[in-house]
């Protein structure tokens, strides 16, 4: 079992930058690779970014390349998600999650939390 658990939201101007964390509980998250998620008022959810367990392997949607980066810090049971450069568009509730490998099925999900990006 893991149980995840965001933090880091909140309200900043379009051009700023926030970090979010999502830390984990259980012996075994350091084998999961984990993913961060998006969801904006009236849409799906959406992948963001995501790495595999050791932090070796990353990938993310077009529209955040160059401006997110996702890392993870095994020692702390924690991954992050920095995002710099941020829009109006990025506005949404992210969720973390884990999953066995890095394009495997996320069955693990923190709570969200809320990302608002003022114009």
């Known amino acids: 079992q893991v149980q995840l658990v965001e933090s880091g939201g909140g309200l900043v101007q379009a051009g700023g930058s926030l970090r979010l964390s999502c830390a984990a509980s259980?012996?075994?998250?350091?084998?999961?690779?984990v993913g961060w998620f998006r969801q904006a008022p009236g849409k799906e959810r959406e992948f963001v970014a995501g790495?595999?367990?050791?932090?070796?392997?990353?990938n993310y949607k077009d529209s955040v390349k160059g401006r997110f980066t996702i890392s993870r810090d095994n020692a702390k049971n924690t991954v992050y998600l920095q995002m710099n450069s941020l829009k109006a568009e990025d506005t949404a509730v992210y969720y973390c999650?884990?999953?066995?490998?890095?394009?495997?099925?996320?069955?693990?999900w923190g709570q969200g939390t809320q990302v608002t990006v003022s114009s």
């Open positions: 259980g012996r075994t998250f350091i084998t999961y690779a």
């Open positions: 790495i595999s367990w050791s932090g070796g392997a990353t």
């Open positions: 999650a884990a999953a066995p490998s890095l394009y495997g099925d996320y069955a693990y």
